[in-house]
């Protein structure tokens, strides 16, 4: 069955750095669409950034754009974003999730398969 593991998370001071893993399996890894979606207590889901490695696209929020790089490592089926320049605002449980970017007016947050999270924490 279609798995995704999330790691990576932890605590971390303001302008530091994290790289979030998500392992996959169950599913043809190189063809799919990855996204990261991000929950904040009380702001509910906030899509992140979604990357198609098969056409070699990816896709950011305006909150991260420029400090969040997502990418892929196909052969060891890994999904990955890398952090920089964090801020408190970033505090929040990051979810892998099968699927590219959300549409509708709002866009629909709504995918198959979710790993569990990993929380991030920026405090000093």
């Known amino acids: 069955e279609v798995q995704l593991v999330e790691s990576g998370g932890g605590l971390v001071q303001p302008g530091g750095s994290l790289r979030l893993s998500c392992a996959a399996s169950?599913?043809?890894?190189?063809?799919?669409?990855m996204s990261w979606v991000r929950q904040v207590p009380g702001k509910g889901l906030e899509w992140v950034s979604s990357i198609y490695s098969y056409i070699s696209i990816t896709y950011y929020a305006d909150s991260v754009k420029g400090r969040f790089t997502i990418s892929t490592d196909n052969a060891k089926n890994t999904l990955y974003l890398q952090m920089n320049s964090l801020k408190s605002e970033d505090t929040a449980v990051y979810y892998c999730?099968?699927?590219?970017?959300?549409?509708?007016?709002?866009?629909?947050?709504?995918?198959?398969?979710w790993g569990q999270g990993t929380q991030v924490t920026v405090s000093s």
């Open positions: 999730a099968k699927g590219g970017v959300p549409f509708g007016a709002p866009p629909k947050i709504e995918y198959d398969y």
């Open positions: 169950g599913f043809n890894f190189s063809s799919s669409a």
